[in-house]
Antibody, heavy 118, light 109 residues
Framework: EVQLVESGGGLVQPGGSLRLSCAASGFTFSNYWMHWVRQAPGKGLVWLSRIDSDGSSTTYADSVKGRFTISRDNAKNTLYLQMNSLRAEDTAMYYC???????????WGQGTLVTVSS | QAVVTQEPSLTVSPGGTVTLTCGSSTGAVTSNHYPYWFQQKPGQAPRTLIYSTSNKHSWTPARFSGSLLGGKAALTLSGAQPDDEADYYCLLSYSGARVFGTGTMVTVL
């Protein structure tokens, strides 16, 4: 069974850092591009970043470029999102999703909640 | 970064048909934007219905279809059911980056 399980969320002060993880199982993780998406409470979905299957290419939304870093460890079947200089507006549920031609965004995690507040 | 616009809300009668659209601030939406459509219900993760304009996943009900219509991406729901009441988001690709639409809340009433 394909599973994506996010972790690492929690309460952090403005200006702080947090690293999110997305543990993958049930499929060949190294074959898939991976994406991070977030959703602030009561708001819409926002695409954040993607990484290709071997980690050699990444892309970011303008809103997080320079503050967030996506990475992966294919040996550990894990995707990461390093978030620095966090702001109140980064408060959201953070989801990971997998992507491959023909299996596009076919599985999502259940999300991890990040709250940025003093 | 591009802005992707959807209708804020739409209402459809049970058994009726409704079309949601997805427009781009950069101009006409084409197949090169690889439009996606997602359904999200309260407290749940999004679920992909349509990818690359009109392709369906195995779980996508036949009553959903994707297309390009008048310079926008479109999601048509034919024969709406109460279970289709949800938020719907499109996603467009811009040379590697992706941008979600503003979302449409669909009410079946």
């Amino acid at each position: 069974e394909v599973q994506l399980v996010e972790s690492g969320g929690g309460l952090v002060q403005p200006g702080g850092s947090l690293r999110l993880s997305c543990a993958a199982s049930g499929f060949t993780f190294s074959n898939y591009w991976m994406h991070w998406v977030r959703q602030a409470p009561g708001k819409g979905l926002v695409w954040l970043s993607r990484i290709d299957s071997d980690g050699s290419s990444t892309t970011y939304a303008d809103s997080v470029k320079g503050r967030f870093t996506i990475s992966r460890d294919n040996a550990k079947n894990t995707l990461y999102l390093q978030m620095n200089s966090l702001r109140a507006e980064d408060t959201a549920m953070y989801y990971c999703a997998r992507w491959m031609v023909g299996n596009e965004f076919d599985h999502w995690g259940q999300g991890t909640l990040v709250t940025v507040s003093s | 970064q591009a802005v992707v616009t959807q209708e804020p809300s739409l209402t459809v009668s049970p058994g009726g048909t409704v079309t949601l659209t997805c427009g781009s601030s950069t101009g006409a939406v084409t197949s090169n934007h690889y439009p996606y459509w997602f359904q999200q219900k309260p407290g749940q993760a999004p679920r992909t219905l349509i990818y690359s304009t009109s392709n369906k996943h195995s779980w996508t009900p036949a009553r959903f279809s994707g297309s390009l219509l008048g310079g926008k991406a479109a999601l048509t729901l034919s024969g709406a059911q109460p279970d289709d009441e949800a938020d719907y988001y499109c996603l467009l690709s811009y040379s590697g980056a992706r941008v979600f639409g503003t979302g449409t809340m669909v009410t079946v009433l």
